[in-house]
């Protein structure tokens, strides 16, 4: 075999060693694989599972599962590559592989097959697999190895594929390291041992990440591997790069599980709150809840009902009219005996026959019409009873709105009060802290003042118990301001000095006890 037969051979093995791996990565999703391309692809079957995975569509035409001719075999290879040169669904373009090929098992068209299919799906470049924008896909290529490997200093890789880089090992090295920093002591490599660096990248690649080492090392650290066996296993690379951006890891799961119980607490106490919304509401809803029971019992009853007799007054006219009819032909049935009978002996009573005829065939003509202007009757009630339920539905339809009205709004009233109570909470601290600072003061003074009651304020409203929640917080409320202000100026009076106190100051009556430490009521005109 000659240096280029044993090159070309070597070619060969390495990209069905890529390929093979490819694929079945493919595969893995439906836990399949193949042995061999060859095989693999020989009845269609996993060539149909493969193409259905890169289009993310399920083939449109049956299929042969069960394959036992060539012409079998041949149909779902076929069906395969018009799924894939289809424009809605492969589209990809320039394929030169016949059905045939594959059952054939003809390693060359299967092989760049393979090329078409990494080129397009890879999601490299912007390539349609026809090999037509090829350039798009090596730059591609060669912009994401850049990417990944920017942190890498001593990297240069401004002669693309012939960099340095590449045949001295370091690229190779720094994607084991990219991929799993644990895989390799990328500091501890000299650029000068090529081939060392070379053999330990592939074999590390293979060992750690699972590429297979497509490239012969030795070819690698001398410079002879060509720009397209570097760009076979560089894009194996980037698959295994691409397929461990996709795995979901143990701490992912475990954050998200974190704030899944994060959010099912949330969830939790607001539910609980809703549960006890529910539950006043449920109250204030079961009336509502029996008066539409009642109405839909109604309307179906009434619905029922009128059904009934409509048909029990149907079956009676039928009845009645067949009888009728009965009795109209049997008549009928006579009276063409009698004309048998008699014959044509008289001019008049064949007359008095065909007129008796006539009458009766009038009456029957007239019960038809009857017949069918109560059908018509029957068609128009049934339409009246019919709009009569849409009405019905439609009230039961404003109901259910108008609950839903009344829901909402008693939602917003007890808001309402609840904000109403602590205005009123806060007025009562108020009051009570005046009425302290205010006590202590009498006290040491030796008299006391008597609050007013708030009832006697209250007694000014007559409409006090007729009043909603708001407008006796803020009549409560006004009565304690009052006070307040009351015992304020109080307070400014006995403050302003002995000589005006007389004049100013409320009357308080002492106690004539000493032991005793209460006192008559504040005159009330005084306070004025």
């Not at 008699?342 to 007129?355: A, Y």
Request: with cysteine.
């Amino acid at each position: 075999m000659s240096k280029a037969e044993d090159k070309s051979e070597k070619w060969v093995q390495a990209q069905r060693k890529a390929f093979t791996h490819w694929v079945n990565t493919c595969l893995k999703v439906r836990e399949e694989r193949v042995e061999t391309l060859e095989e693999g692809f020989n009845n269609g079957l996993r060539l149909i599972a493969l193409v259905e995975i890169l289009t993310k569509e399920a083939l449109r035409k049956r299929h042969n599962s069960k394959v036992a001719l060539k012409v079998h075999k041949v149909n779902n290879c076929f069906l395969a590559l018009e799924h894939l040169k289809d424009p809605e669904l492969g589209n990809v373009k320039g394929l030169t592989i016949g059905a045939e090929d594959f059952v054939d098992g003809r390693t060359n068209m299967i092989l760049g097959f393979c090329w078409q299919l990494l080129r397009k799906f890879s999601g490299v470049g912007k390539g349609d697999g026809s090999g037509a924008g090829a350039g798009s896909f090596e730059s591609g290529l060669l912009d994401w190895l850049k990417q990944t490997l920017a942190s890498y200093e001593d990297i240069n890789l401004d002669k693309g594929f012939k960099s340095e880089g590449f045949s001295n090992g370091k690229i190779f090295l720094a994607l084991n390291h990219a991929f799993n920093p644990d895989s390799v002591d990328y500091k501890s490599y000299d650029a000068a041992n090529q081939l060392t660096n070379c053999q330990d990248a592939l074999r590390i690649g293979e060992e750690s990440a699972g590429v297979p080492a497509t490239i012969d090392p030795e070819d690698l650290a001398s410079g002879q591997a060509s720009d397209k066996e570097i760009i076979l296993y560089l894009s194996l690379w980037y698959e295994t790069f691409k397929g461990k951006q996709g795995d979901v890891t143990a701490e992912s799961l475990q954050s998200k599980l974190k704030a899944v119980e994060e959010e099912i607490t949330i969830i939790t106490a607001e539910n609980e709150e809703l549960r006890l919304r529910q539950s006043s509401l449920e109250s204030q809803t079961s009336n509502l809840s029996e008066k539409l029971t009642l109405l839909k019992e109604e309307q179906e009853n009434l619905s029922i009902q009128l059904r009934e007799e409509l048909e029990t007054e149907l079956r009676t006219t039928e009845e009645s009219f067949r009888e009728e009819k009965e009795a109209n032909e049997l008549e009928l049935s006579k009276l063409r005996e009698t004309v048998q009978m008699d014959g044509k002996s008289s001019e008049e009573k064949r007359t008095q026959l065909q007129n008796a005829v006539n009458e009766t065939n009038n009456e029957r003509e007239k019960l038809t019409e009857e017949l069918k202007a109560f059908r018509e009757k029957i068609e128009r009630e049934k339409e009246e009873l019919e709009k009569e339920n849409a009405a019905l539905e439609k009230r039961i339809r404003d109901f259910e709105k108008d609950h839903s009205a009344l829901e909402e709004a008693m939602r917003k009233r007890q808001a309402e009060q609840g904000q109403n109570v602590f205005n009123l909470r806060k007025e009562v601290m108020k009051h009570l802290g005046c009425m302290d600072e205010w006590k202590i003061f009498l006290d040491q003074q030796g008299m006391t003042y008597e609050s007013e009651d708030l009832a006697v304020h209250m007694e000014t409203s007559p409409d006090f118990m007729e009043m909603d929640t708001k407008q006796k917080i803020e009549t409560v409320s006004q009565a304690l301001s009052e006070e307040d202000a009351q015992l304020a100026a109080l307070t400014k009076k006995k403050q302003s000095g002995d000589d005006s106190e007389e004049e100013e100051a409320p009357k308080i009556t002492k106690s004539p006890s000493k032991k005793s430490a209460s006192v008559k009521k504040v005159d009330k005109k005084s306070k004025k």
